[in-house]
């Protein structure tokens, strides 16, 4: 319980709030079997769910289906309401303290464990069950599950690949680049009129620079996290992927993008204004909606490695999740809700929302027709398959020994990024910022995790 001393600036009191709120036998806990019910046996009361989903076509589906559920149910009220991911991770930590948290909501990955360690959701074994078990991958639930308890149901999954200008490349008859050096090399010549090669994020509100650095670990078989879960940004393949970045940010990337956010980022690949980007599928519908005359342009690959012909180590995957909160009055109005989210026509109008953005997170989806012959899904096969087999090989940020506290404050703490922000502004030596970060992680973890 002693990791929300960390989170909040207000720590004690969102503790002891939220200890109270626990014991709060008015609150319905896990295992409930049902929601109240009006006295014709209809599901009656009003829940709240937060969601990231920030775009139109995703948040219309979403909404539209609170609305039919609202017919159905008519004693049922939902309210909807929508955050950004990084405004949703401030809301929900904060909100703790005075009880202001939905009854259900999305989540990253990475959260989801931090959510659990303050015993924050309640398990959804019994959904899970109910929409069949045997349809999520394995990896996926377990990525909300501890003590045989599952926390949360992914409801889509992607995963981190390179975007590339198919024009830029012929025109300036240069291929692909498979490794970091030829990437360096095709990006640097790509950085004129206009262009940049590749813009590098080091913004302190986003977790974009402990991506990048990732990206270049994983790809050398490596992790930022060790197997006794310390940090680890000192070892010779970090400082290598750190002092690459520094080396792109200098000479292929905007000088403003030392403060850019994961939107701010994007942004400039949906402009083409980039050549070279790392996002999942959700690149193609910025593209169209910012430049449609570049749609045909782009297309997916897998991310460098340091050797052409070294394994492929897996990079970074998310299985994008639900969860019920604790605190819900009315539990199974929200699993009911959720279950609906995956009636197939419903869930292909969902995922069609952000075509290759979001990839069916249950089998039997991927191969129906309904599916299958989305426009921008044909038009993007490739970019779609190269999406499926990352899928397949990678896992969250500092998941490689499994689900952990540590992951999820590697990426939420925002240090990797300062540490980035202080070799770039004041020139301080790799190493140094390094030990000062590892060092400060190491310490969070620490305090963490203590009995």
């Known amino acids: 319980m002693r990791f929300r001393k960390i989170i909040t600036a207000a720590a004690s009191v969102v503790l002891a709030a939220f200890m109270l709120s626990a014991c709060d036998d008015n609150k319905t806990?896990?295992?409930?079997?049902?929601?109240?019910?009006?006295?014709?046996?209809?599901?009656?009361?009003?829940?709240?769910?937060?969601?990231?989903?920030?775009?139109?076509?995703?948040?219309?589906?979403?909404?539209?289906?609170?609305?039919?559920?609202?017919?159905?149910?008519?004693?049922?009220?939902?309210?909807?309401?929508?955050?950004?991911?990084?405004?949703?991770?401030?809301?929900?930590?904060?909100?703790?303290?005075?009880?202001?948290?939905?009854?259900?909501?999305?989540?990253?990955?990475?959260?989801?464990?931090?959510?659990?360690?303050?015993?924050?959701?309640?398990?959804?074994?019994?959904?899970?069950?109910?929409?069949?078990?045997?349809?999520?991958?394995?990896?996926?639930?377990?990525?909300?599950?501890?003590?045989?308890?599952?926390?949360?149901?992914?409801?889509?999954?992607?995963?981190?690949?390179?975007?590339?200008?198919?024009?830029?490349?012929?025109?300036?008859n240069l291929q692909v680049p498979q490794t970091w050096d030829e990437l360096y090399q095709t990006a640097k010549a790509l950085t004129k009129d206009g262009v940049y090669g590749l813009s590098v994020p080091m913004g302190t509100n986003d977790f974009i620079a402990t991506r990048f650095l990732n990206f270049y670990v994983k790809s050398g078989g490596g992790s930022l996290l060790t197997p006794d879960l310390k940090v680890d940004l000192t070892s010779p393949l970090a400082q290598d992927g750190i002092k690459y970045w520094v080396k792109m940010y200098q000479e292929t990337s905007p000088k403003d993008s030392i403060n850019y956010n994961v939107l701010q980022q994007a942004t400039l690949y949906y402009q083409g204004r980039t050549a070279f980007d790392f996002n999942s599928g959700f690149q193609i519908g910025g593209v169209q909606a910012n430049s449609p005359q570049l749609l045909g342009?782009?297309?997916?690959?897998?991310?460098?490695?340091?050797?052409?012909?070294?394994?492929?180590?897996?990079?970074?995957?998310?299985?994008?999740?639900?969860?019920?909160?604790?605190?819900?009055?009315?539990?199974?109005?929200?699993?009911?809700?959720?279950?609906?989210?995956?009636?197939?026509?419903?869930?292909?109008?969902?995922?069609?929302?952000?075509?290759?953005?979001?990839?069916?997170?249950?089998?039997?989806?991927?191969?129906?027709?309904?599916?299958?012959?989305?426009?921008?899904?044909?038009?993007?096969a490739h970019a779609e398959k190269v999406i499926e087999s990352a899928v397949q090989t990678g896992t969250a940020i500092g998941y490689e020994h499994g689900p952990t506290i540590q992951g999820g404050l590697l990426t939420n703490q925002h240090i990797i990024e300062a540490m980035f922000q202080e070799i770039v502004t004041h020139g301080t030596d790799p190493m140094t910022a390094a030990q000062k970060a590892e060092k400060q992680l190491n310490d969070l973890f620490e305090t963490v995790t203590a009995q």
């Open 297 to 380: 342009e782009i297309d997916a690959y897998p991310i460098p490695k340091i050797n052409a012909d070294d394994p492929d180590y897996g990079i970074e995957t998310s299985n994008i999740p639900l969860v019920v909160w604790k605190n819900s009055k009315y539990p199974e109005i929200s699993k009911a809700f959720i279950e609906t989210l995956y009636q197939k026509d419903r869930y292909i109008q969902f995922l069609s929302s952000v075509p290759v953005g979001m990839l069916p997170a249950i089998s039997g989806i991927s191969d129906d027709p309904a599916y299958k012959e989305n426009p921008m899904i044909k038009q993007f």
């Open 29 to 172: 806990a896990a295992g409930d079997s049902a929601a109240p019910m009006a006295n014709n046996g209809e599901l009656n009361g009003n829940i709240t769910v937060w969601h990231s989903f920030t775009q139109g076509p995703r948040l219309e589906v979403i909404q539209a289906a609170a609305n039919e559920f609202m017919q159905q149910h008519p004693q049922v009220k939902i309210k909807i309401e929508t955050f950004s991911w990084n405004d949703f991770y401030t809301k929900w930590t904060t909100g703790l303290a005075s009880g202001n948290v939905p009854d259900m909501s999305t989540a990253l990955p990475n959260q989801v464990v931090e959510m659990i360690n303050v015993g924050a959701l309640q398990p959804v074994n019994d959904l899970i069950d109910t929409i069949g078990r045997d349809k999520f991958s394995a990896a996926a639930i377990n990525e909300g599950t501890l003590e045989n308890h599952n926390y949360s149901i992914p409801l889509y999954s992607h995963a981190q690949v390179m975007w590339i200008r198919k024009d830029l490349l012929e025109q300036n």
